[in-house]
Each structure stands twice: as structure tokens, then as C-alpha cells.
């Protein structure tokens, strides 16, 4: 029995298997946006979704009411949400089955007591479904409910509804596993009563740094 024979089995043994998946998201732009038209009074506003991360939590804000903001979304503190803003916030988690759940996923190295607290993205989802299903107006139809998968055929130039967007305004010391679970949480939800998902605000512009 030679070396490489003996080297065979070892290989196999060790190998590992690590399976790969892609996020699409965007950075923002720059510039201010120019509207090809001009908007009716009793349109919805945009809706200028952000959800601002840091070490604290979340911080969501936007034009829907019911996140509570005075001014909506806005650039310049912390998260990239403004100190004047009045949003909705969400604190940290104190589950420890939760945050080991969500972060050690099964890594026996991984002590839930030490990661806890941890960033609650179950409540920051339940949020994103309240918000998508709100209808301030009472007209029977939600305010931001609109398809956001394009048609198919694609044509060229084809972008999604302002309302299928999400902006992610991280801190420079938030860790990319956490940017990870504001994607996820905000990406989709299953109505009641249905086995297929929807869309919430899948498409993702990342603002800030991620460490």
C-alpha cells in the first residue's frame, strides 16, 4: 500500500462542503432624484423606507405614519437617521434562546449567554409586515402593496416601485451576520392563509459601512 493510497481516504475525510448564496443590494446614489412628473396631492408620498443599525438596535424610519416619524427618513445620525426623527425603534433582545437561535446556529463554539443581547430581526420583521399591510387612507387597499417582481419578459430599463425598497443604514461597527438578518427579515412574509410568500421590500440599497 503506497502513500497516495493512504492519503485517499484521509481527503475524503476532511473534506468539508460550503455552500455559497448571493444578496443582491445596491449603493446608494448620488445626486438628487428627478422626477419626470409631477405627483397628485392625494398620492401616497414615497415612502423612503431606512432602517438604521447600531449597537443599540434598530431605528425605522420613513413617511408612513405609522412608524411614527415626524420627519421622516433622514441622513446624518446615527444609523444614518437623524436625532430629530421620531421613529420607531427597536431595541435589543434579551431572549437568550433567541439570540442563539439566530447566531450561534448550531456552532457548538458559540455560547448563547455571551451573545445575548442580540438584535431582534423577528420584531423589526413583524414591523415590515404591519407596514406593508397598513392603509392609512381606508380606501380597502393597502398604501404600500404593490408588485415588485418585474414582468417577464424584463424590458431594458425596468426599475422596481420606490415602495419595494429598503434602505440599510448600518454603523461602521455592525457586523455583516447582522446586515444579513435586516435583508432577511425584510425581505418577505407569508399572508394569512397562504403557503406562497410576498414581497415585502426586497430590494436592498446598503448605506454605511459593514464591518
Known amino acids: 500500500m503506497n502513500l497516495m493510497t493512504l492519503l485517499i481516504p484521509f481527503l475524503l475525510v476532511s473534506i468539508q462542503f460550503v455552500t455559497l448564496a448571493v444578496i443582491d443590494s445596491s449603493l446608494p446614489a448620488i445626486g438628487q432624484p428627478n422626477p419626470s412628473q409631477e405627483k397628485d396631492e392625494d398620492e401616497t408620498p414615497p415612502l423612503n423606507l431606512t432602517v438604521g443599525v447600531t449597537d443599540e438596535g434598530y431605528t425605522v424610519a420613513g413617511s408612513a405614519a405609522v412608524l411614527g416619524c415626524e420627519k421622516g427618513a433622514a441622513s446624518g445620525g446615527p444609523g444614518g437617521v437623524s436625532e430629530d426623527d421620531k421613529c420607531t425603534t427597536i431595541t435589543l433582545t434579551q431572549d437568550t434562546q433567541y439570540c442563539g437561535e439566530t447566531i450561534c446556529r448550531g456552532d457548538p463554539a458559540c455560547v448563547p449567554n455571551q451573545v445575548t443581547p442580540c438584535h431582534d430581526a423577528r420584531a423589526l420583521h413583524e ?14 387597499n393597502p398604501d404600500y402593496d404593490e408588485p415588485c417582481d418585474p414582468p ?42 397562504e403557503t406562497e410568500r410576498s414581497a415585502l421590500f426586497p430590494y436592498v440599497v446598503v448605506a454605511g459601512g459593514v464591518k
Do not use: F, S
Not at 414591523?127 to 380597502?140: P, Y
Open 152 to 193: 417577464d419578459p424584463r424590458p431594458e430599463g425596468w426599475a422596481p416601485p420606490e415602495v419595494c425598497n429598503v434602505i440599510i443604514a448600518p454603523n461602521p461597527d455592525v457586523k455583516y451576520h447582522t446586515i444579513v438578518g435586516v435583508m432577511d427579515a425584510t425581505r418577505d412574509y407569508a399572508k394569512d392563509g
Open 127 to 140: 414591523l415590515m409586515v404591519q407596514l406593508k399591510e397598513v392603509d392609512a387612507d381606508g380606501d380597502g
